[in-house]
């Protein structure tokens, strides 16, 4: 008996590593079979959105409910991109889908915050490392939809870019998350059959479960200076920090997954708001990836048009709202403590400003 204590306190830092690799994998497996349930609740739902674009508002509104109906950003601009190519969507027609589309894919990030939600110190956290992505994207969008509406500026940068890429078709490359937890999200799929219900309840469970375990093994891994070690190599510098999230995001292919897993790292005290921040602005860059990969195939310049439009929204935004970056980070730290103290907050929040205002504007724009 001694000697196995002994044995387990030598190797004490990576038994708790493994632990934390198998419960990260099954946090991000819970995100994808979430994803795969709501697409096969809602993706006819969100293409038929789409089609019904009518004005820059409703497109900007569509892309919102759209994104974050089925919960991938990637998803919907990727469709964006290959019903621009079809034509069956106009350039300044998806630029709104795509702005709103940023703002949607933050749901994901939000929601896995929300197992925290009875332990007030964590919850505050990581709450407010969610919600820093929603308000930057929705700051970028309050500045940057205005002047595309009078400008086009984002759809005239991006056809000169595109028009300059255009011959780089067949670009192609495979998301480890996704050879990793497709095949056994396939499976349930397959086993299930048409009940997105029950998938989606086992995700929930599944998310619920990994979320607690890895905030509990990230809070043991910060006893052995795990934290020196994302202070002093990954998040040492701002600039860091967004090269992590841009190239962890285009390899993932999902800015969902990579913004969700920092959540339970800020809860367990291990990242700081200001740290997070320049992270969640690279994986919002990272997630651009996809769509125009699958643009590039094509050869369609209204599809790289559309998907560069994307890159280069994420890119202004930046540029806007990196200097004025207190604004955001004292919005969500202020917010984070309103929703401690009424924990209603935090589910209102989500439904109005995802799936209530994006609905009604809407339906009284269309």
Not at 249 to 261: E, F, G, M, P, R
Not at 269 to 286: A, C, K, R, V
Not at 303 to 321: P, Q
Request: hydrophobic share 55%; with cysteine; glycine share 8%.
């Amino acid at each position: 008996m001694i000697e196995i204590r002994a044995w387990y306190g030598r190797y004490a830092s990576l038994i708790k590593l493994i632990q934390l690799s198998i419960f990260v994998y099954c946090f991000i497996f819970s995100l994808e079979l979430m994803g795969t349930s709501l697409k096969m609740f809602g993706r006819g739902f969100a293409q038929t959105l789409i089609q019904m674009t009518a004005n820059p508002f409703v497109g900007l509104f569509i892309g919102i409910l759209a994104t974050s109906i089925i919960q991938s950003s990637s998803s919907t601009t990727s469709l964006v991109v290959g019903m621009v190519g079809g034509g069956v969507l106009e350039i300044g027609s998806a630029i709104p889908i795509i702005m709103g589309a940023n703002v949607g894919t933050s749901i994901t990030n939000t929601l896995a915050s929300l197992p925290q939600v009875n332990r007030s110190s964590e919850f505050a956290r990581s709450f407010s490392a969610a919600v820093v992505h929603d308000f930057f994207n929705l700051l970028a969008v309050l500045i940057l939809f205005p002047i595309q509406m009078m400008t086009n500026f984002l759809g005239v940068s991006a056809a000169f870019m595109g028009r300059h890429f255009q011959d780089m078709g067949g670009l192609k490359f495979l998301s480890p998350v996704k050879a990793l937890t497709h095949p056994l999200v396939d499976l349930m799929r397959e086993s299930i059959g048409i009940h997105p219900s029950i998938l989606l309840i086992i995700s929930l469970f599944l998310l619920l479960f990994s979320l607690k375990k890895m905030v509990d093994s990230l809070k043991a891994l910060v006893a052995t200076r795990a934290e020196v070690w994302f202070d002093r190599y990954l998040f040492s510098t701002a600039s860091r920090a967004l090269l992590v999230g841009l190239l962890l995001t285009a390899i993932v292919q999902s800015s969902s997954i990579t913004t969700s897993l920092v959540v339970p790292m800020a809860g367990a005290g291990i990242l700081t708001l200001e740290q997070i921040f320049p992270y969640t602005l690279g994986s919002n860059m990272g997630t651009t990836i996809t769509a125009i990969l699958a643009a590039l195939v094509t050869g369609n310049l209204a599809a790289i048009t559309v998907a560069f439009s994307h890159l280069l929204f994420n890119i202004c935004g930046i540029i806007f709202w990196w200097p004025l970056r207190f604004i955001p980070i004292h919005m969500a730290r202020r917010f984070a403590e309103f929703a401690v103290r009424n924990k209603v907050i935090p589910f209102a929040y989500i439904a109005i400003v995802f799936f209530i205002i994006p609905f009604i504007g809407f339906y009284f724009l269309r």
